[in-house]
């Protein structure tokens, strides 16, 4: 609508003459957007992305057809896209949102296309009735993860669960607290949203390009593997963020890029997509979900895309931030949806290597989002990406990773992780089982309450050679030793190289064993897990972490002796009488203390790792009176 300026008086006529077509002006103008039911196979209209740079592009389009109830709910719009570079290129990864319109009006975006080896530049348009729908659906109140002080209420989980959700949504890791797994983790997940990137036929949603700065080769295939299956491509093209740019946008805009910060830093992966449209701090993109996470919080950032790659399969943008700004809020069905005005969570996570000579950086640091699902499995991408870039070496490593996990309002949590590559460093899959990244699935997916990282710091130490000593064979020197008396053990021990070493252990033998014959373990460390009750809040949680294993260089005698140990209400008694047993058991309710078997052990320190087990007999003679 035109401009109306208030003329001098001796033009009142003219000024009500207008005034009074007003009405009719307004009954005219068309509307902002184009519903599916006014596009016609033949419409022509165009399209905005970016090509290279930041500044959207026009780029042709023509109108295919309409399918009807193409997802529940949506229809799709096909559309030819003509283009010079979309000729060769077809289907992009990164031009998911780039918005269509027609007779000028917006009509939704690029969404969907064929999974593989397209021949012609033919796309599904997502309508933009949905996306706007989305972005104008409010966050729940009291969202946590956008929301500063303290955390929400807990949840309360009455006493001890044997499997608890934490609430989270698509993403969630349903298990018992203190055992998350980050594959079993992924493969939830992928379940919960349908799997469809990993098989699905004809028209699919036009895969999200990972793209991923400072991993290598090895690094990078695990991570592909962790997140293909969620629609997310990792390519190794870019995502890192370059120095602002004072000339540059400063704001979203339509048809300009969007990604979403995963990770930045000496380590990036950015998710790379296109805006539909803004309106005021707000926009819908994508046209598809990234995840089909539901409500969400990561981080944003303006783009700037380098060049589009040509592929048989799945040609794609490559590019990198320029300013992070804003936050992911929602990822659903049609469209993600994100806001200038808001802060996701992250967390730093710094990384220092020690005993590698030489190498080019020795001091990591990347900045991580908060994500219930993705953290742990980023994390453990950038410890692969660390090692794979600082221990490359083919020789003999032993090596330990010391981690502390610091968690608002609980202190920190200090895990270890420790072991032996033999002829080359650590496979990069082995870091997604590390007490360090089950810490912090463990922290984000617990049961009780809405936790916050508040850093990481890790210290990777690497001692070049075979650190270890092999358990060649055993020795009993006392192989009958009386009721409360010690028994000797020999331990011969064959270091890499070099003469063998023995060590010997002294076993002291219960009395309540008297007139047995006890089978005594030996075994390393590493191997035993000392008994540990199921946590019933997140502080008891965070102890068990730290207690996970008995010292890594170390030895252990052990045997079990006749009584049960019991764990009950955060608790362990390690050695009960049966009486002692059924006076645990309440009356009131089901929940039952867990007995285990009782152990006595001898744990004796070594100053390398120790492979190998063996087991010994010793005849314990009854005490004469």
Same mark, same amino acid.
């Given at each position: ?443 984000? #997916?617990?049961?009780?309450? !809405?936790?916050?990282?508040? *850093? +990481?710091? &890790?210290? %990777?130490? =690497? ?80 102890? #068990?972490?730290?207690?996970? !294993?008995?010292?890594?260089? *170390? +030895?252990? &005698?052990? %045997?079990? =002796? ?64």
């Amino acid at each position: 609508m035109r401009s109306i300026h208030l003329l001098p008086a001796a033009c009142c006529g003219l000024v009500l003459g207008l005034f009074a077509t007003l009405p009719l002006a307004r009954g005219d103008a068309k509307p902002s957007t184009i519903s599916v039911d006014e596009i016609k196979e033949g419409m022509k209209g165009y399209g905005l992305t970016v090509f290279h740079g930041t500044e959207p592009e026009r780029f042709d389009v023509e109108v295919i057809g309409v399918l009807h109830n193409f997802r529940p709910t949506q229809d799709l719009i096909l559309v030819k896209t003509p283009h010079p570079r979309l000729n060769i290129t077809r289907n992009v990864q990164g031009m998911s949102g780039s918005p269509i319109y027609f007779d000028g009006r917006l009509a939704g975006a690029y969404a969907y296309s064929l999974r593989q080896f397209m021949v012609e530049p033919v796309a599904g348009v997502t309508p933009i009735a949905p996306m706007l729908s989305e972005m104008k659906r409010p966050l729940p109140p009291g969202f946590w993860p956008l929301e500063g002080g303290a955390p929400l209420p807990a949840k309360p989980v009455q006493n001890t669960p044997k499997r608890a959700s934490a609430d989270g949504g698509a993403t969630r890791f349903d298990g018992v607290p203190g055992a998350y797994d980050a594959i079993e983790h992924g493969r939830q997940v992928q379940a919960r949203m349908g799997g469809a990137a990993d098989s699905a036929r004809g028209i699919t949603a036009v895969s999200t390009p990972l793209l991923v700065a400072g991993l290598g080769e090895r690094s990078l295939g695990v991570l592909r593997r962790a997140f293909e299956p969620l629609g997310l491509d990792a390519q190794s093209g870019g995502g890192g963020q370059s120095e602002p740019d004072p000339n540059g946008p400063q704001h979203f805009v339509d048809g300009g890029s969007i990604g979403v910060q995963m990770a930045r830093g000496d380590i990036s992966m950015m998710g790379l997509g296109t805006v539909t449209h803004v309106e005021g701090t707000r926009l819908c993109g994508f046209g598809h979900p990234m995840m089909n996470a539901g409500d969400s919080a990561m981080p944003t950032a303006l783009g700037r895309i380098m060049w589009i790659y040509a592929s048989d399969q799945h040609s794609f943008k490559v590019g990198e931030a320029t300013k992070t700004l804003g936050a992911l809020v929602n990822d659903r069905q049609s469209a993600i949806v994100a806001d200038e005005t808001r802060v996701a969570p992250t967390f730093p996570v710094h990384v220092e290597v020690k005993g590698v000579v030489g190498a080019p950086r020795t001091n990591w640091n990347v900045i991580v989002a908060e994500e219930r699902f993705m953290s742990a499995s980023l994390t453990a991408s950038v410890m692969s990406g660390v090692v794979e870039a600082t221990v490359s070496d083919h020789r003999d490593v032993t090596w330990s990773l010391k981690s502390k996990v610091r968690v608002r309002g609980h202190g920190t949590v200090e895990v270890e992780d420790f072991g032996l590559a033999s002829g080359g460093t650590p496979d990069s899959g082995e870091w997604f089982q590390s007490r360090l990244v089950r810490t912090i699935g463990d922290a984000l #997916n617990n049961p009780w309450e !809405n936790t916050h990282i508040e *850093s +990481v710091e &890790a210290v %990777f130490s =690497v001692d070049y050679g075979r650190e270890v000593l092999r358990l060649r064979g055993v020795d009993v020197l006392d192989p009958v030793v009386d009721a409360g008396e010690r028994a000797r053990i020999v331990l011969h021990l064959l270091p890499f190289s070099g003469a063998e070493v023995t060590r010997t252990l002294d076993v002291t033998m219960p009395r309540e064993l008297a007139g047995r014959d006890v089978e005594v373990e030996i075994v390393p460390g590493y191997e035993v897990a000392p008994e540990v009750a199921a946590p019933e809040n997140l502080d008891q949680l965070f102890a #068990n972490a730290s207690r996970q !294993n008995y010292p890594p260089r *170390s +030895v252990i &005698a052990q %045997f079990k =002796v006749p009584m049960q140990g019991v764990t009950y209400q955060g608790h362990v008694a390690p050695r009960l009488p049966s009486f002692a047993l059924d006076a645990l058991r309440p009356q009131s309710t089901d929940v039952q203390p867990e007995s285990f078997a009782s152990f006595a052990r001898t744990i004796t320190p070594s100053d390398r790792f120790i492979e190998g087990r063996d087991k010994v007999k010793i005849k314990v003679r009854g005490v004469m009176r």
